[in-house]
């Protein structure tokens, strides 16, 4: 298949109509692509997961919750800027992107279209540094806006700050929905555990460099971005005990993936706090998951060399080709796979 590391290794031809721009009227409502270990591909519905998972399975669920970190205002100069909130520093700091116009200077305002002053204390690397008298929790809650992802061409609506969150978010601090998760539904997963199986969770808060389109040729040289992750000793307790049974770790999305191989990154699994840069890509030896679900991702992107690195590149890429064909939906609010490890 050529170069593994050519980023046009993992390009796909995708028809726009195919991108999701709205959740299944009812959670859960989706399809399911199955790879499985002789990459053979089944069409299921994510009902059907169940079946797929035996009594002692162990799903690693991501419990960040995504914060309604878009805000609007303008400069003190009058024009227009679109706020998106990264990563809170304190109460009253945060590092946020900021889009306008003409570019924002250091030690000058934003005004928020609600009144509230922000003064721009710092830039580091592509992010603003944010002072605020009123805390920025009680901004984003009170005048905040969920930050759908660019590839949803519409503006938000009130049924998308339930729809774009896992039923089990509880941490905040994504500005992104761990997407895989939004399948689920608080039915599914007692139903899961009344059949025997296992929930543990992890913590990664989601940031926009997830959209960050590569732009080398070579993605070995690409510079991943950061995002803070948790993995704790429960959940490595959980996934131990599962493996020594002999059963199955599932990883529901590639956010749960980075948790776990970033806590294993010595090559055992440890609890873990802090931030992570592990760029998974064809190559990586994969140490926890035996398993993973995940949406379909954009080509040419980090989450799909992942997908890619897990079970094996021509079989991905030979499902998407067949997820086309069908007529998956793709992306956040889109459909579902669920994929063995090929190593």
Request: with cysteine.
């Amino acid at each position: 298949m050529g170069n593994k590391f050519n980023l046009n290794t993992f390009d796909f031809v995708l028809p726009t109509e195919l991108i999701a721009q709205y959740p299944p009227i009812q959670r859960g409502a989706s399809r399911l692509l199955h790879l499985n270990i002789g990459n053979c591909i089944h069409d299921l519905l994510f009902q059907d997961l169940p079946q797929l998972l035996q009594p002692g399975d162990v799903l690693i669920l991501n419990n960040t919750k995504v914060l309604p970190a878009r805000l609007y205002g303008r400069k003190s100069s009058g024009g227009r800027v679109e706020i998106l909130i990264e990563r809170l520093q304190s109460l009253n700091l945060a590092l946020a992107h900021v889009r306008a116009n003409k570019p924002c200077r250091v030690n000058s305002c934003l005004i928020l279209d609600c009144g509230v002053k922000l003064q721009i204390l710092d830039k580091q690397a592509e992010l603003f540094q944010l002072h605020s008298i009123t805390d920025f929790s009680t901004l984003m809650q009170q005048y905040g806006q969920m930050p759908l992802p660019p590839y949803i061409n519409r503006n938000v609506e009130i049924t998308d700050q339930v729809r774009y969150q896992t039923v089990y978010a509880q941490k905040d601090g994504a500005i992104a929905a761990p997407t895989a998760g939004l399948h689920f539904t608080s039915e599914m997963l007692q139903q899961l555990q009344q059949f025997g199986i296992n929930i543990a969770y992890v913590t990664l808060h989601v940031g926009a460099g997830t959209f960050r389109p590569v732009r080398v040729t070579n993605v070995e040289n690409h510079v991943m971005h950061c995002e803070w992750c948790e993995v704790s000793a429960d959940t490595c307790k959980q996934i131990y005990d599962a493996h020594t049974r002999g059963n199955k770790v599932i990883a529901v999305g590639t956010t749960s993936m980075r948790s776990l191989e970033t806590a294993a990154a010595t090559g055992i699994l440890h609890p873990y706090q802090g931030e992570t840069q592990l760029f998974i890509r064809p190559g990586y030896k994969f140490k926890v998951a035996d398993a993973l679900i995940t949406n379909f991702h954009l080509p040419r992107s980090t989450l799909l060399m992942l997908v890619c690195a897990f079970s094996g590149t021509e079989a991905v890429l030979a499902a998407y080709r067949h997820a086309v064909e069908t007529q998956y939906r793709f992306f956040s609010y889109g459909d579902a796979m669920f994929l063995h490890h090929c190593p």
